[in-house]
């Protein structure tokens, strides 16, 4: 009945991670190959995690290390939750990856025997995918203030994506509400868009007192948002 023997180590050592597996002595010639790495790249969601899987062939009665470094780069990793599966000539590594991971790696097999030594390199790449960026409409503001019935009121605002600080966002489209008040709806009044800068504005005419706020759908970069409200009173006559 053939045994095997399974260990498995993982070290912070100067920016690898090292992993080892064994298999029972048997007199077949050494010889070690990485056959595949799974997914590739190994896509990361920002702020999330994936599990990459390394598959090797090593000869039986081999001790087989894995190390996984970053490609011209030095850190420092901290612990990770590493397994290894052994089956017959086969072994199964997973390691995971964070989204401070991204850029390109290497992976190095290391197979050992009565003296011997055989490696094979592969690389890969971890990628991260990011999500949509946060969105914000501020210093929006409808004048003046008070407006008498069929005069402009003006709209301005600008429009700010979160990227790495909040910065302008130009093209996109932004939407003008109106609620009357005493009414509990919002209406659609007019649509512009964001130039340099995030800077919009647009107008439309006074016919009653109610509330303005400006919305933005946002797309496939970005999360949609929506102003502060603002109240306007419309008057008929001269004060």
Known sequence: MRKI??????ATMGGA????????????????????INPDPVVVAKGGEATASFYVDVTKGANVEL??????????????????IP??????????FNSGDAGKWRATATAKKDGETDR????????????????RISSFKASPDPVKKGRTIWFSGRLQADE?????????????YFRASGSSGWKYVTRTESRWGGKFSAQTRAWK?????????????????????DWVRVYRYHR
Do not use: C, M
């Open 5 to 10: 023997a399974a260990g498995l180590i993982a």
């Open 17 to 36: 991670l090292l992993v080892t597996g064994g298999a029972a002595a048997q007199a077949t010639a050494l010889d070690v190959q990485i056959e595949d």
């Open 67 to 84: 190390k996984v470094e970053p490609v011209g780069d030095v850190r420092t990793f901290a612990a990770k939750n590493v397994t290894a």
């Open 87 to 96: 089956d017959g000539d086969h072994w199964k590594f997973t390691v995971p």
């Open 120 to 135: 094979d390199k592969a690389y890969f790449e971890v990628e991260v995918q990011a999500g949509k960026a946060d969105t």
């Open 164 to 176: 790495d600080g909040w910065e302008g966002v130009r093209g996109g489209d932004v939407e003008i």
């Open 209 to 229: 007192s109610g509330t303005f706020k400006a919305v933005y759908e946002g797309d496939d970069e970005t999360n949609g948002s929506e102003s502060r409200s």
